[in-house]
């Protein structure tokens, strides 16, 4: 399909997305819940500058991490279930997970933490709660990380208390011991003794170096508590509330509906365009002529529009109307046929359809007509022996013509079985009185021999057929024809029709010449209708 063909299906199913649009619209507008009344209360904090140094080039996204990862930790179980808990409110706190929201004010350390509920006061209380009760958790966290060092270093003290106070107590004894022997002796501190002295002071001396390493020892654990217990302050002090939520202020609430309906229109413009084309692609009638050509993969030989009129006088509009438009597009027609093999013209034709009232009749007739008015001998021959036509339309008998001719005597005339009519040039042969067999006549010896008659006797031979898929008759003449033209009517004629008729075509060994779109309307016929609403104005 080309985008002409796109675009007269859109104008012919327009009202199809239109209405795809509106209804689906509408729905996704009805199903969507009234907006909720929320108000939003907000903490404000700051965070640790321990953990967010000031200034840095990193701070903002330091900080929006930092912010990330308390909004999803201020949603676990543990805190949503300490606040309900907290919080008093006979209604019940709800589900706020998907109420939190927390940002960073850019270039500070400042978060803002806001929570929305139906209630202006419920969601301040439960924001200030959120916050009480994360920081506790956190800084229980944090606390319990240091607590085991904090006690190894407090036993390690201890341990170290004692041992220090053991070594104090054996250093005093042994100064005392010193002191007496050097009374004893009659010496001084600073004096040379005699070996039981020197001992003492060697005991002395090994008890003073071992408590001065134990002193340093208590000192370094003492000092390693103390900056151990600050970092710990420093570490669990995660924020600090800066400012309380107050009581809730309203939310604008947010378009929904607007949207779902927005959304909805969009998803029908889409059904809507799709139904459009699903509705051409499951179509099975014939409507224009580049269907034919997808369908038969040959050409259009002739569009024809609708004949006005419901007499049978009105169908010869080639003979009564010559310059109408429709008379015209039978001579386009004529010379198409002709211009198949310019070398070679077509001396005898078959016009048939797929199936009945199609308009292969009219177009027989119409059709012999321009021949015969641009100077040529044509026999036009009524080959429907079940339910001849063209003897009603051209108004004379049908006791006589295609089945006496094929019974007549050796030497009989030919002319007697013919009749002239009103366009010059153009002689009938009716199909006469129906014969019980009339497949067999047509495929009899006889008939090829009828036919070579009227071939001499004329420039061109137009044969009207009966349906081609209701029986045999016109595939047996095809057979025999220089050339064959299938009439579609426009909107009737079922695309697998049109296929079965040339499969039979080509099977029997038959010449098609194409295809005649037969009361074509829309862009396809309107041309003639305008000129001839014109015409007839």
Do not use: C
Not at 2 to 22: A, N
């Amino acid at each position: 399909m080309e985008l002409k063909d796109y675009l007269d299906l859109l104008r012919k199913r327009w009202w199809l997305p239109l209405v795809s649009v509106f209804v689906v619209g509408l729905i996704g507008y009805l199903l969507t819940p009234a907006p909720e009344i929320l108000y939003r209360s907000t903490v404000k904090v700051l965070l640790n500058q321990s953990r967010v140094a000031i200034p840095d080039e990193n701070t903002i996204r330091e900080a929006q991490r930092i912010a990330n990862t308390y909004a999803e930790l201020m949603k676990v179980d543990r805190v949503i279930a300490l606040v309900r808990q907290n919080v008093d409110s006979p209604s019940g706190v709800g589900d706020i997970r998907s109420r939190i929201e927390v940002d960073v004010v850019p270039n500070t350390n400042i978060m803002n933490i806001s929570v929305e509920d139906p209630d202006p006061q419920m969601a301040a209380d439960i924001a200030n709660e959120l916050v009480a009760v994360f920081i506790q958790q956190v800084e229980a966290i944090e606390a319990s990380n240091y607590r085991v060092s904090i006690r190894e270093l407090e036993e390690q003290i201890s341990d170290v208390q004692v041992e220090l106070d053991q070594v104090q107590a054996d250093l005093s004894a042994a100064e005392d011991r010193v002191a007496q022997l050097e009374a004893a002796a009659g010496i001084s501190a600073g004096q040379d003794g005699g070996s039981e002295i020197a001992e003492a002071r060697r005991d002395r001396n090994q008890l003073q170096a071992e408590y001065d390493q134990l002193s340093r020892r208590y000192d370094s654990l003492l000092n390693s508590l103390q900056e151990l217990n600050v970092l710990n302050a420093q570490e669990a002090a995660i924020m600090t509330v800066v400012e309380d939520a107050g009581r809730g202020t309203r939310v604008t609430p947010r378009p929904q509906r607007l949207v779902n309906a927005l959304q909805g229109a969009l998803g029908g413009l889409v059904i809507g365009l799709g139904g459009v084309f699903l509705l051409e692609q499951l179509r099975v009638n014939i409507k224009s002529s580049r269907e034919i050509e997808r369908i038969a993969g040959m050409g259009t030989l002739g569009v024809i529009a609708t004949i006005k009129g419901s007499n049978t006088e009105d169908k010869l509009v080639a003979a009564r109307r010559p310059r109408s438009p429709i008379a015209e597009a039978y001579r386009v027609l004529r010379t198409n046929i002709e211009f198949t093999d310019p070398d070679h013209t077509p001396r005898s034709l078959v016009i048939t359809s797929a199936s009945p009232a199609e308009g292969k009749t009219v177009t027989a007739v119409n059709l012999a007509t321009t021949f015969a008015q641009s100077g040529k001998r044509v026999i036009l021959v009524d080959a429907d022996l079940r339910r001849p036509a063209l003897h009603k339309i051209l108004g004379v008998t049908n006791s006589y013509g295609l089945s006496t001719a094929l019974l007549r005597e050796q030497g009989e005339s030919l002319a007697n079985h013919l009749l002239r009519t009103e366009v010059t040039n153009l002689f009938l042969m009716p199909s006469g009185p129906l014969p019980p067999n009339p497949a067999d006549m047509l495929s009899s010896r006889r008939m090829q021999e009828l036919l070579d008659e009227l071939t001499n006797a004329a420039d061109i031979v137009v044969f009207d057929t009966p349906p081609l898929l209701a029986v045999a008759d016109p595939t047996l003449l095809s057979r025999l024809s220089d050339g064959t033209v299938l009439v579609v009517q426009a909107g009737s004629t079922r695309a697998d029709a049109l296929r079965r008729s040339v499969d039979q075509l080509k099977q029997s060994g038959a010449t098609i010449l194409g295809v005649v779109l037969n009361r074509a309307s829309g862009s396809e016929g309107s041309a003639y209708y305008r000129y001839y609403e014109a015409q007839d104005a």
